[in-house]
């Protein structure tokens, strides 16, 4: 079993993904998506663009925390989701090293 994995019932994930809702709408997320640069890649985009994602995804006991949520592309939202945790990471450093 992944020693990482912390089971989410589906109560919490429900209230967590309500408070994503509320924090999108709020001025807090309007600003930092105005900035319109996706936290992994860190390219430019038109912030309409930009979807919120969580670092630590809800299903794995994340928060909708503003700590814990970020500005992110489509595409890396994308690779994000075909991806395992662990070839995530990989990726991510590909990014930082370029
Ligand atoms: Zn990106």
Request: aromatic content about 8%.
């Amino acid at each position: 079993m992944d020693v990482f994995y912390i089971p989410v019932d589906d109560e919490t994930q429900k209230r967590q993904r309500q408070k994503a809702r509320d924090l999108r709408n709020s001025q807090w997320w309007k600003r930092r998506r105005s900035q319109g640069i996706c936290h992994y890649c860190n390219k430019v985009f038109p912030p309409k663009e930009l979807t919120m994602d969580h670092l630590v995804p809800v299903s794995r006991g994340g928060m909708s925390v503003k700590s814990n949520v970020v500005p992110c592309c489509k595409a890396c939202n994308t690779k994000k989701r075909q991806l395992l945790p662990l070839e995530w990471d990989e990726y991510m450093q590909t990014l930082s090293n370029k």
